[in-house]
């Protein structure tokens, strides 16, 4: 079993990692299945949409 430590995709988003992405004042979170969350005046909200998209999706 290879480590993939530094890819930054953790084992529990199985295939959606989820990034939070600045856009000048804006943030939003981003999957790498495509999906995008809505942009967020709060870094920790545009996170909080990640993590609600991981959760939601299983499977
Ligand atoms: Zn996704």
Known sequence: ???REGLG???DTDGH???VVEQGR???ARCGCGW???ARRARSQARTDGA???GSVSG
Do not use: I, Y
């Open 17 to 19: 990692p989820t990034v």
């Open 9 to 11: 995709v953790s084992p």
């Open 36 to 38: 995008r969350g809505p």
């Open 26 to 28: 804006f943030c939003f």
């Open 52 to 54: 609600g998209h991981t």
């Open 1 to 3: 079993m290879a480590h």
